[in-house]
């Protein structure tokens, strides 16, 4: 159908019927993101909640989502284009099918370890809609355990490509390529069962958007999906007209010494992203996709127009985002990716500290700043089973206009995440944790003081182990703002067992032995206002609960205890 | 005469429903209600008042059940005590960091919610256990002094005490808690494996600190209540109900209070589960209707499903508090009978989840309110009478009605009584909602299953429910409006037992899975002996909490007996299979693993009967009138308007119909038809 034939007929659609059927799109999303939350098999996936699902229209665009990340809501539109522009001929397409694609280059992906999974909903032999499912496989092969690592010099180190196939054909598995997947990965078991999980997810849609159609008829629906689109757009472009326009930039110097930049342009019609002049692509996995830069400046975006309310196609119809190809931004195959999440949160913070000055009621003053990404494994002492973990780490907020930045909470990249509880990660992991607390390192102080980020100290507890990790934001701390000061830093620490320590920003496959300690520290988040300004009772408070000293509190604040 | 009663204190009103029993038969002769105002802060003010009105002999009345929002009032009031916190040491902040999740996730200025005990009260001692529960290091006493010297000087009155890995081995928490009691008589003290011995440090530790930080207030409160009963000559028996769909003595309940925090909902999903049993259904969703919420429950093959997951102040906007306590397993959405419809800035009609509450109220009311509600649509399409609104007690608004649906349906085209009946058709579909995350969410096919409704709007609403979702039967119990509080009264008591221990699901650890269930059991069956309860009166429902192996979220699967022989785990690993495959359409090869045990311990107690009603099968002297109804989709139509009070067992009634009974109103479609039961309850084929 056209899409002219979809413009609004008020008379003819009732009003009542098209709100249900929209409340029912997002019911239909929030069960596929419940199943595959409960079938998942890696921790990554259930308790990091690194997935998304969503129900596109027939033209794969973003009607709704279910997500755990904000950063995988605006992904998976692009992953049906992929398909669409392969699968070309009229039956190559059919009921039953379900299609993965892997390569991040190609759209709709942003690392080899983010399968995407891809199911057409038919109806009366049309396609009505398509549903979606991207989940963070836990080892897809490749050179390094975990398949990711800084090191990577081109994809082919980071592990099995799908280069947008299908696997299933009008329901029935391609077994051939189930073994292939299972056979490239460190984990098959893991592996084959995040697959059916990212399955059952879809078959959960499906039955239910098949009944939806079934009772109001597939002409209902499919207005109903234009109009929600258009009511995504309506709302976003209300809302972009309230914030203030003009030109901001910012820039910020990477561990590499390399600047990045960003200026963003602000008009009553559009939120440009211009990324050009940036870094050229490099010889590590520090690479993004254009789909993932699009989708950081998306984020930003959100946050600042009715964060509260869903996110479709429409609700980010007026960013764009300008990048030079072969750039960091917008990296060319076969480029590394894996690291691709910390390139993308440079990014996201770049686009954050150019507009938080003069957003505040929107924006914090800088946080931690990086996913903090931490893949550790080995053998578990007790089963003696091949294990390898991936969790990202919690850290500090920014302060903001009128109150203290948060303790502890997972970035802006982040959502509905969970941390691994410290109880359940021994007995699955075969770790021992010696502290999880607040960092009480000096940094963030102000009128309005930054988050606490972390302690979290592993034991090893046998011989064999290794860990990788890549952790931005380890040499300057989070950004402050009004005259706060900034935050305090991440990296790791590791402690041998005979005493000695060495600091690390990032590490591939750092082999472990039983005895050595790996402390992670996470920044403390940048401060608001002139320390000189907080109130003597929150300063008091503050050296009574321990989040500062009372010397340091003398000598930022001034204040006697 | 004998009497048993059962109060439930609501916000605004307390609720007293009481039955009278014959003295030969022990049947209930009769069914009554009172009502009476809440009466903070001394609440058994209100429910004495109860009792006075009904004009109730305290000597004659044998048993008396108590629900009470006393908990949870004062968890989200924050008017518990002072309370300080001791963890493992390294790990005192983990009340505060929690699981660091953002659920308002695109919003860059987020809150997380403030824990309950600040950071200087939060302290650590010397001990380490690993999570086979062996001890790493020993418990180091002597650091307790001086943190209990802290605590006073705070002026803390509580203390929750929570360690790593207690749920696999309590024996550092009694240590400790003993250790405190010797050094400090008055404190009151909750260790974490008293409330719950399930892993996940901080949902374990929250839910100790919060029973620590209620538990003098809800002690205080039982015992004035006790007090007050017994002053006027109550010598009967006193429980209060808990969330876990039970009673329970006031003893132990004023033990782990927390175990109460969602005591009034659960009493309904009991009701329906009694009645289920009564009228040998087994297969149930028990579906409640109040003023500012509708909830809803599954009852699968007679058993009430608890879960442990249960938050309080959690939202889409916020992270909330876990208590890991078992709840039963309730969903609940903000739509009501006072729920407004309202449009938002893109013309879309929403309903809920503000509620007119009490005051103003539905337009109808007259009492100020402006903003259309459910209850005014149902007035607009004439289901409900607005002559014989409230009982007949107010003479609806019609003329406001009409033009607040007026005001609401012009800015998109709508009629008032189109707009009346989208605000019925977004409402139900809101409902609709709810109750297929009961069921279709969870495998359960809505077919195989009896809608019983009840609260107030439950009758109302339940019929165009059934349909929606092919359930295909109805029924309405009588006294529908305070079916809740008459759960109470059909209970047995109930003792929920949760303990994480994780193992394969192998025949090698069939000797291992009997075990633990045993020691559960006699762990139940000792504390109800030490309340005087015989072995004979003590029955159990166990189950396993299983997953594939590297799953997170685990399937509950009911198991017979404790005795475990091999071929038992054959039929769990089978059983696990089905129950699996029915919610996520596949199954795997890979290995299944326990994660915990599950034991319902129920001591029997004496339940009264309820007594049949007369038979009448002649419904001509219980028509009202006839007036057209708007049945929506199915059309306007003459319907016939019934007095429930005066249909007798075996009547039968064809729809379009309206049966009105007091505080309730049930609407039969033009293709559904009723029939009374022998026990007066309506049973409604869809």
Not at chain 1, 71 to 87: C, D, E, H, N, Y
Not at chain 1, 287 to 305: C, E, R
Not at chain 2, 111 to 138: C, H, M, S, W
Request: hydrophobic share 40%; proline share 5%; net charge negative.
């Amino acid at each position: 159908m056209a899409k002219e034939d979809l413009a609004p007929k008020v008379a003819e659609h009732d009003p009542i019927t098209i709100e249900i059927i929209q409340s029912s799109l997002r019911s239909i999303t929030d069960e596929m993101f419940a199943t595959m939350r409960k079938t998942a098999m890696s921790s990554v996936i259930y308790e990091v909640l690194d997935f998304g699902v969503a129900m596109m229209d027939a033209d794969g665009e973003l009607a709704s989502s279910g997500s755990g990340i904000p950063s995988f809501v605006g992904m998976l539109a692009p992953g049906i284009k992929s398909v669409r522009r392969k699968f070309t001929k009229p039956d190559d397409i059919k009921p039953g099918d379900v299609f993965a694609t892997n390569i991040p280059h190609h759209g709709g992906v942003s690392h080899l370890n983010d399968v995407v999974l891809m199911q057409p909903v038919f109806f009366n032999g049309q396609i009505i809609s398509w549903l979606a499912n991207k989940a963070h496989w836990v080892d897809v092969g490749g050179t390094f355990p975990g398949s990711i690592s800084v090191d990577a010099l081109d994809i082919y180190q980071e592990g099995l490509q799908l280069p947008c196939i299908k696997v299933i054909d009008q329901g029935k598995e391609n077994q051939a390529v189930i073994d292939i997947m299972a056979g490239n990965s460190r984990v098959p078991d893991i592996t084959v069962g995040d697959f059916w999980a990212g399955i059952a997810s879809m078959r959960s849609g499906e039955k239910r958007l098949q009944a939806l159609i079934e009772k109001y008829g597939d002409e209902t629906v499919r207005y109903a999906i234009a109009d929600y689109i258009a009511l995504g757009e309506a709302m976003a472009r209300t809302e972009l007209k309230k914030l203030p326009m003009g030109v901001y930039s910012a820039t910020e110097k990477l561990e590499d010494g390399r600047v990045v930049k960003a200026v963003v342009t602000i008009t009553t019609d559009a939120f440009t992203v211009d990324l050009r002049g940036n870094p050229k692509q490099g010889k590590n996995a520090l690479n993004s996709s254009l789909d993932a830069t699009i989708v950081d400046a998306q984020m930003v975006f959100k946050a600042l127009t009715d964060p509260q309310s869903f996110a479709n196609a429409g609700s980010f119809r007026p960013v764009e985002v300008l990048t030079d190809e072969g750039s960091i931004f917008n990296a060319q195959y076969p480029t590394a990716m894996g690291v691709y999440y910390e390139t993308g949160m440079i990014l996201f913070d770049l686009i954050w500290k150019a507009l938080a000055p003069f957003m505040e009621q929107h924006l914090t003053a800088g946080h931690y700043g990086s996913i903090c990404g931490t893949f550790l494994g080995g053998k578990h002492p007790d089963t003696g089973k091949e294990h390898s973990i991936v969790e990202p780490q919690l850290g500090g907020w920014g302060a903001s206009l009128d109150r203290d930045g948060v303790n502890a909470l997972y970035t802006g990249q982040h959502g509905e995440t969970f941390n691994v509880p410290v109880e359940v990660a021994e007995q699955r992991n075969g770790l021992m944790i010696d502290r999880l607390c607040l960092n009480d390192a000096p940094g963030g102080e102000g009128q309005y003081i930054g988050g606490k980020g972390i302690n979290l100290d592993y034991r090893i507890l046998g011989d064999d182990w290794w860990i990788s990790m890549t952790y931005v934001r380890s040499e300057s701390g989070p950004w402050a703002l009004e005259g706060g000061r900034p935050g305090s830093t991440n990296y790791i620490n590791v402690v041998r067992k005979d005493g000695s320590e060495k600091r690390y920003s990032s590490c591939t496959a750092l082999p472990l032995e039983k005895g050595d300690v790996v402390q992670v520290v996470t920044a403390n988040g940048g401060g608001y206002g002139p320390p000189q300004k907080r109130a003597k009772d929150s300063v008091f408070s503050d050296i009574k609960n321990g989040y500062i000293t009372a010397e340091r509190a003398r000598y930022i604040y001034g204040t006697e205890a | 005469m004998k009497i048993r009663a059962a109060s439930d204190v609501g916000g605004t009103f307390t609720d007293l429903v009481y039955c009278e029993l014959n003295d030969q038969t022990g049947a209930i002769e009769s069914i009554q209600t009172e009502k009476a105002h809440t009466t903070p802060p001394d609440f058994e003010k209100g429910v004495l008042s109860t009792l006075k009105k009904a004009d109730i002999s305290f000597a004659e009345m044998i048993f008396f059940a108590h629900g009470s929002t006393v908990v949870i009032n004062a968890l989200t009031e924050r008017k518990g005590v002072k309370t300080g916190l001791i963890m493992t040491r390294g790990f005192r902040d983990i009340l505060e960091i929690a699981r660091g999740n953002r659920p308002d996730f695109f919003n860059l200025r987020y809150e997380k919610p403030e824990a309950f005990i600040p950071r200087y009260l939060r302290r650590e001692i010397t001990e380490r256990l690993d999570y086979k529960g062996q001890v790493i290091e020993n418990l180091t006493l002597k650091e307790l002094s001086p943190i209990l010297e802290d605590f006073k000087k705070e002026g803390v009155e509580a203390i929750a005490v929570c360690l790593l890995h207690s749920y696999a081995n309590p024996d550092h928490e009694q240590e400790l808690v003993g250790k405190i009691k010797s050094l400090w008589p008055d404190v009151a003290i909750v260790a974490s494996h008293q409330v719950s011995r399930e892993w996940r440090e901080y949902e374990r530790s929250n839910t100790a600190a919060l029973c620590a930080y209620v538990q003098p207030i809800a002690e205080k409160y039982l015992s004035n209540m006790e007090d007050a009963l017994h002053n006027n000559g109550f010598d009967g028996s006193f429980y209060v109900m808990r969330s876990n769909g039970g009673i329970d003595t006031v003893k132990s309940v004023k033990e782990i209070p927390i175990t109460v925090v969602e005591s009034g909902p659960a009493s309904g999903v009991l009701g329906a589960e009694a009645l289920g049993k009564l009228l040998g259904i087994e297969n149930i969703i028990a579906f409640d209707i109040g003023g500012t919420t509708a909830k809803c429950s599954l009852i699968d093959q007679g058993r009430v499903s608890v879960t442990s997951q249960y938050m309080i102040e959690k939202t889409p906007l916020s992270s909330g508090y876990p208590i890991m306590t078992p709840v039963v397993d309730i969903v609940e959405i903000g739509n009501g009978g006072g729920s407004v419809a309202w449009l938002d800035d893109h013309g879309k009609m929403h309903v809920g989840p503000q509620s007119a509450g009490a005051l103003p109220g539905p337009v109808a009311y007259g009492k100020g309110g402006i903003e259309p509600t459910t209850t005014d649509a149902n007035l607009m399409l004439n289901r409900i009478n607005p002559n014989y609104f409230i009982g007949g007690e107010i003479q609806a608004d019609m003329e406001k009605v009409r033009s607040a649906f007026e005001k609401l349906g012009d800015p998109v085209n709508l009629g008032p009584q189109e707009a009346a009946r989208g605000v019925i058709r977004i409402a139900n579909h809101n409902m609709a909602n709810a109750l297929k995350l009961v069921s279709i969410n969870r495998g359960y096919d809505p077919r195989d299953f009896t809608l019983v409704a009840f609260g107030g709007g439950g009758a109302m609403h339940a019929t165009a429910l059934a349909k929606d979702l092919n359930i295909p039967k109805v029924v309405v119990p009588a006294h529908s409006a305070v079916f809740s509080a008459l759960g109470m009264l059909l209970s047995d008591l109930r003792r929920d037992y949760i303990r994480t221990s994780p193992m394969p699901l192998d025949i090698l650890q069939a000797a291992a899975i009997g075990k633990t269930i045993s020691e559960m059991e006699d762990e139940a069956l000792a504390s109800f002996a030490e309340e005087g309860f015989s072995n004979d009166d003590i029955y159990f429902e166990r189950f396993l909490d299983m997953r594939y192996e590297g799953q997170e979220h685990s399937m509950r699967v009911p198991i017979a007996s404790s005795k475990i022989a091999e071929k038992n785990v054959d039929l769990l690993h089978r059983d696990f299979g089905n129950a699996y495959e029915r919610e996520y359409t596949y199954r795997l090869d890979s290995d299944v693993e326990i994660v915990s045990f599950h034991l319902a311990a129920y001591a029997q107690i004496e339940k009264p009967e309820l007594s049949p009603i007369a038979e009448d099968k002649d419904v001509a002297n219980a028509i009202k009138e006839k007036r057209d109804v708007d049945f929506d989709e199915s059309g306007v139509a003459e319907a016939v308007i019934y007095d429930r009070d005066k249909l007798g067992a075996g009547a039968e009634i064809q729809g379009p119909a309206v049966i009105e009974e007091s505080g309730s109103t049930t609407v039969i479609f033009p293709d559904q038809s009723a029939t009374v039961d022998r026990f007066g309850n309506l049973h409604i084929a869809i």
